[in-house]
């Protein structure tokens, strides 16, 4: 198994443009998250997803749109990149009777 | 408001003596507590966790005590190794309130083992 695997590994924006960052896990798991770590912050909760074709909010949802299509993909949009987005991006998943999660090795992310 | 907190940035011991990170949280909803550890440039990787129905849980060298009534648990790492070096982040979740899958994290605890 490859686990949770997040693509890019780093990326260069400029303000206002649009990506999708990618993240796939072929463990089967149920729930998939997304997570940003900024200095001094933690980890903080972006949007999370129960199951494909459910998603929803977390602590920090606002610039960002997801989606859940399938079980093992759960990519993040950022629809108009602003500086305040500049972060490492991680990617988590886990099984429903767990509460461990297992995270991705992150896409750093930067806005001009 | 910061449900989960670590207080201290950062710790350093000696390699063979007993690391102790602490960590309070402020919600009592919170059931289930997990440390990660992270190591610069990947992901957080699970390090060990405990319920609230419990106070210790043992794995290997690690050691998490949880005081309910104090709001505060801690992480025992005996004995340190370098290897240990890393960032650990307290988190954690209302299991029985169906939000099992939303980790509230703290800021981290940087430790260091010297050799």
């Known amino acids: 198994n490859a686990g949770v695997t997040q693509t890019p590994k780093f990326q260069v924006l400029k303000t206002g443009q649009s990506m999708t960052l990618q993240c796939a896990q072929d463990m089967n798991h149920e729930y998939m998250s997304w997570y940003r770590q900024d200095p001094g912050m933690g980890l903080r909760l972006i949007h999370y997803?129960?199951?494909?074709?459910?998603?929803d909010q977390g602590e920090v949802p606002n610039g960002y749109n997801v989606s859940r299509s399938t079980t093992e993909d759960f990519p993040l949009r950022l629809l108009s990149a602003a500086p305040s987005q500049t972060s490492v991006y991680f990617c988590?998943?886990?099984?429903?009777?767990?509460?461990?999660?297992?995270f991705g090795p992150g896409t750093r992310l930067t806005v001009l | 408001d910061q449900q989960v907190k670590q207080n201290s940035p950062s710790l350093s011991v000696q390699e063979g003596r007993i690391s102790i990170l602490n960590c309070d949280y402020t919600n009592s909803m919170f059931d289930y507590f997990l440390w990660y550890k992270k190591y610069p440039a990947e992901g957080p990787t699970f390090l060990i966790s405990i319920s609230s129905i419990k106070d210790k849980n043992e794995d290997g060298r690690f050691t998490v005590f949880l005081n309910k009534s104090a709001k505060h648990l801690s992480l025992h790492i005996v004995p340190s190794q370098p290897g240990d070096s890393a960032v650990y982040f307290c988190a954690a979740s209302a299991e029985s309130g169906g939000s099992n899958y939303k980790l509230t994290f703290g800021k981290g605890t940087l430790l260091t083992v010297n050799p």
């Open positions: 997803s129960v199951g494909a074709g459910i998603t």
């Open positions: 988590a998943s886990k099984p429903g009777a767990y509460n461990e999660q297992f």
